[in-house]
């Protein structure tokens, strides 16, 4: 998610600016190693699972707010440079509710993959209402690249169950890409695709987004709770599920994999 302020720091762009943090290194190993031990089915296969599904979480995190950065310092906001966002490193993309409390309570409830962490942008010196879009779509869209990518094996003729735990766990992380994809594209204030609609409202229009902004995605979610508008919104998924060719049996025996205290 991007964010709004309204002060830009001078300030040039110092050596490694855009260098991968050994944190986000950090959490790339543990994607890979526990993908491994998953797929050789080496030790607890469940804590395998649920450390793969986090690690590839946390990345698709760094990613999304790496996207708006980058698109926001290319746009003219360079002061995204001092604040780290350009490292991959999540300490950076630091917001209490939506970096942490938010995104891991939707995980660990095993259904909803929603992207925290917040690139503060300063929006006064981006320069074109085109450009201002662009920097709120570019998180989502990384989400649907993650999407496509984790799709891609489904479309080959390859034996999945010789490594069933490994490919359900995967299918789950790509359910997970999918409706982060799906939420984040939503028209609601305060989400990326409400926010890519915000440069083009008018003045009135744009205080009442405002005001509801801080609130918009609880509301999205405690509406989300209610069993008829939960079963719409997961039948909305499962249909482009199917449609990209994910399997949801495969992502529903992810789930179970990776939820290993039930």
């Given amino acids: 998610m991007s964010y709004r302020t309204g002060r830009r720091l001078a300030i040039g762009v110092p050596r490694g600016a855009s260098r991968p943090s050994p944190i986000f290194l950090g959490i790339l190993a543990v994607f890979l190693i526990s993908g491994w031990m998953t797929w050789a089915r080496y030790g607890s296969i469940r804590l395998d699972a649920f450390l793969f599904v986090v690690a590839g979480w946390v990345l698709s995190l760094c990613l999304h707010e790496f996207a708006h950065a980058l698109t926001a310092y ?14 991959l490193n999540p300490v950076k993309y630091t917001h209490t509710l939506l970096s942490v409390v938010l995104p891991l309570v939707f995980l660990v409830l095993g259904g909803i993959g929603l992207p925290g962490g917040a690139v503060w942008v300063d929006h006064t010196y981006i320069r074109g209402r085109v450009k201002d879009t662009l920097i709120s779509l570019a998180g989502p869209g990384m989400n649907v690249v993650f999407t496509a990518v984790l799709v891609i094996p489904f479309a080959f003729d390859i034996d999945m169950f010789a490594h069933i735990e490994f490919w359900s766990v995967w299918a789950f992380l790509a359910f997970l890409q999918l409706t982060a994809s799906v ?7 305060g989400v990326d695709g409400g926010n890519a609609l915000r440069p083009w409202l008018s003045h009135d229009w744009r205080r009442g987004f405002d005001a509801v902004a801080p609130y918009g995605m ?23 599920a199917e449609l990209i060719g994910l399997p949801i049996f495969l992502a529903s025996s992810g789930q179970s994999l990776f939820m290993f205290w039930r």
């Fill in 74 to 87: 290319r746009s003219g906001d360079v002061s995204v440079v001092q604040k780290g966002y350009l490292t």
């Fill in 183 to 189: 939420l984040n594209l939503m028209p609601i204030p």
């Fill in 218 to 240: 609880l509301i999205f979610f405690a509406l989300l709770w209610q069993p008829s508008i939960n079963r719409v919104f997961f039948d909305v998924i499962d249909r482009l």
